[in-house]
């Protein structure tokens, strides 16, 4: 069964840093374009990053660009994202998805169950 | 303010259609293939349709999705109570290198 299990979330004061990891199993993780998305509580799907199945493209949405760096170890079959200086408006639910083909029609065709990120004091 | 423009709300009643709209702009959907998201709630979201008018398999031919110029829509067919869901398009932006989504549609079915 294709799977991806989020974790790392939690409680974070301002400022402060938090490593979110994806597990995957089921299918062939390095062949894969690999993205992470969040939802901010009763708002809508915000893309946050992607990275290609070796590593080698990076791509990021301009509310983390300098913040934010996704990460993969093909070898441990898991994706990830480090978030640094974190503010208030990072608070969400994060989902990382797996990318069929391209990202050029944005279409994610496997997620994962999701893991919240709080940013508060 | 999303990139993407949806009505915020549609509904129609059980066995009805359904029509979602979702606009944007030549650097978008103009130029990329259109994705559709339901989700339900309290869930992840689910791939409905990719490629403008494919269907993951698994997705009920009630689901369908068209595109034309800078705009696509999704169309739901023998509307059900369990329809009743979020609905997202995305795309890609070939001005801002990104994944971009509209702000999402709520459906009731009344």
């Known amino acids: 069964e294709v799977q991806l299990l989020e974790s790392g979330g939690g409680l974070v004061q301002p400022g402060g840093s938090l490593r979110l990891s994806c597990a995957a199993s089921?299918?062939?993780?390095?062949?894969?374009?690999m993205s992470w998305v969040r939802q901010a509580p009763g708002k809508g799907l915000e893309w946050v990053s992607a990275?290609?199945?070796?590593?080698?493209?990076?791509y990021y949405a301009d509310s983390g660009k300098v913040r934010f760096t996704i990460s993969r170890d093909n070898s441990k079959n898991t994706l990830y994202l480090q978030m640094n200086s974190l503010r208030a408006e990072d608070t969400a639910v994060y989902y990382c998805?797996?990318?069929?083909?391209?990202?050029?029609?944005?279409?994610?065709?496997?997620w994962g169950q999701g893991t919240t990120v709080t940013v508060s004091s | 303010q999303s990139v993407l423009t949806q009505p915020p709300s549609v509904s129609a009643a059980p066995g009805q259609k359904v029509t979602i709209s979702c606009s944007g702009s030549?650097?978008?959907?103009?130029?990329?293939?259109v994705s559709w998201y339901q989700q339900l709630p309290g869930t992840a979201p689910k791939l409905l349709i990719y490629?403008?008018?494919n269907r993951p398999s698994g997705i009920p031919d009630r689901f369908s999705g068209s595109k034309s110029g800078t705009s696509a829509t999704l169309g739901i067919t023998g509307l059900q109570t369990g329809d009743e869901a979020d609905y997202y398009c995305?795309?890609?932006?070939?001005?801002?290198?990104?994944?971009?989504f509209g702000g999402g549609t709520k459906l009731t079915v009344l």
């Open positions: 998805a797996k990318v069929p083909s391209t990202l050029g029609g944005a279409a994610m065709d496997v």
């Open positions: 089921g299918f062939t993780f390095s062949s894969y374009i």
């Open positions: 990275i290609s199945g070796s590593g080698g493209s990076i």
């Open positions: 030549s650097s978008n959907i103009g130029n990329n293939y």
């Open positions: 490629d403008n008018n």
């Open positions: 995305g795309t890609w932006d070939s001005s801002l290198s990104a994944v971009v």
